[in-house]
């Protein structure tokens, strides 16, 4: 079993910066690709980027590209989601997870291990 962590969510001014960090334990030894999602109130949960199990790869919704950015560090089994330029519609609650399968990293349905999400605010 993996446990994901999500950390450094909270309230910004739009226009401003948050780092978003997804700490994994437990059973690491695999390789995992890792995404982030987020759900706002009233609103089906969404893909926002993720990165394959290499690091290699990275994939982001059009509504965050060149503003996110996704990015893991194996060391120390985190996956970090530096966001900047934040605007009122990207508030919601960001989630980290991880699959160890070959699959689409786009669906949600497609990964095995969750945390337990991070509020994000924009204020106008």
């Known amino acids: 079993q993996l446990q994901l962590v999500e950390s450094g969510g909270g309230l910004v001014q739009a226009g401003g910066s948050l780092r978003l960090s997804c700490t994994a334990s437990g059973r690491t030894s695999s390789r995992y690709a890792m995404g982030w999602f987020r759900q706002a109130p009233g609103k089906e949960r969404e893909f926002v980027a993720t990165v394959n199990w290499s690091g290699e790869r990275t994939y982001y919704s059009d509504s965050v590209k060149g503003r996110f950015t996704i990015s893991t560090n194996n060391a120390k089994r985190t996956a970090d989601l530096p966001m900047n330029n934040l605007k009122p519609e990207d508030t919601a609650v960001y989630y980290c997870?991880?699959?160890?399968?070959?699959?689409?990293?786009?669906?949600?349905?497609?990964?095995?291990?969750w945390g337990q999400g991070t509020q994000v605010t924009v204020s106008s």
């Open positions: 997870a991880a699959v160890s399968r070959p699959v689409s990293l786009y669906i949600s349905s497609s990964y095995d291990y």
